[in-house]
């Protein structure tokens, strides 16, 4: 099974600082891999899709980037309403499994 | 606007059965593969079923194979998950999401709320 695993579990940043979240997964997955943002008590919502793609709706500020086996979420100048929790997903092995990292907690320094 | 909105989850002894449902509208729910997501605050997200979207192909998760059915009704926009032989280990919040960008989907695009199953004696 593909492993999926995040860095760093979590981290502090203040309002208009740029952060990086690391995704890697234990074998190659291409392009195959997602991100989303998830805040407490609501369902987590798709920010990024097939590595780089921006979902609709979602704002500039954040992309993605990278292939094989390691990916990156950036977040430019972090807002007030970015603070939550990021995971990763691969799809590589769809339809048999999916996998999601263990996530990234973003809090306010 | 997509809606996906679950219902079913409740408390429930180890070794019985529930069935979630999941409503959609807002989308042609027929055109999409649906799955089964759950999430621990121990685990995190965890995936747990796919079916297609005519609803011919399935597929689990390791941990729920043979315990957990997944299945449709075009008819009604409705997704379903039969679990049985519940276990402790099976407590969560499941959500219904559907699958993006291909039959099965590979990437999660639309969420319901969730609704919390609780497996205890």
């Known amino acids: 099974d593909i492993q999926m695993t995040q860095s760093p579990s979590s981290l502090s940043a203040s309002v208009g600082d740029r952060i990086t979240i690391t995704c890697r997964a234990s074998?190659?997955?291409?392009?195959?891999l997602n991100w989303y943002q998830q805040k407490p008590g609501k369902a987590p919502k798709l920010l990024i899709y097939?590595?780089?793609s921006l979902e609709s709706g979602v704002p500039s500020r954040f992309s993605g980037s990278g292939s094989g086996t390691d990916f990156t979420l950036t977040i430019d100048s972090l807002q007030p309403e970015d603070f939550a929790t990021y995971y990763c997903?691969?799809?590589?092995?769809?339809?048999?499994?999916?996998?999601f990292g263990q996530g990234t907690k973003v809090e306010i320094k | 606007q997509v809606h996906l909105v679950e219902s079913g989850g409740g408390v429930v002894q180890p070794g019985r059965s529930l069935r979630l449902s999941c409503v959609a509208s807002?989308?042609?729910?027929?055109?999409?593969?649906m799955h089964w997501v759950r999430q621990t605050p121990g685990k995190g997200l965890e995936w747990v079923a796919v079916?297609?979207?005519?609803?011919?192909?399935?597929y689990y998760a390791d941990s729920v194979k043979g315990r957990f059915i997944i299945s449709r009704d075009t008819s009604k926009n409705t997704l379903y998950l039969q679990m049985n032989s519940l276990r402790v280990e099976d407590t969560a919040v499941y959500y219904c999401?559907?699958?993006?960008?291909?039959?099965?989907?590979?990437?999660?695009?639309?969420w319901g709320q969730g609704t919390l199953v609780t497996v205890s004696s």
């Open positions: 074998q190659s997955i291409r392009s195959h």
């Open positions: 997903q691969q799809s590589y092995t769809s339809p048999r499994m999916y996998t």
């Open positions: 807002g989308f042609t729910f027929s055109s999409y593969g």
């Open positions: 097939v590595a780089s």
């Open positions: 999401v559907s699958g993006g960008g291909y039959s099965f989907g590979y990437y999660f695009d639309n």
């Open positions: 079916i297609s979207y005519e609803g011919s192909t399935k």
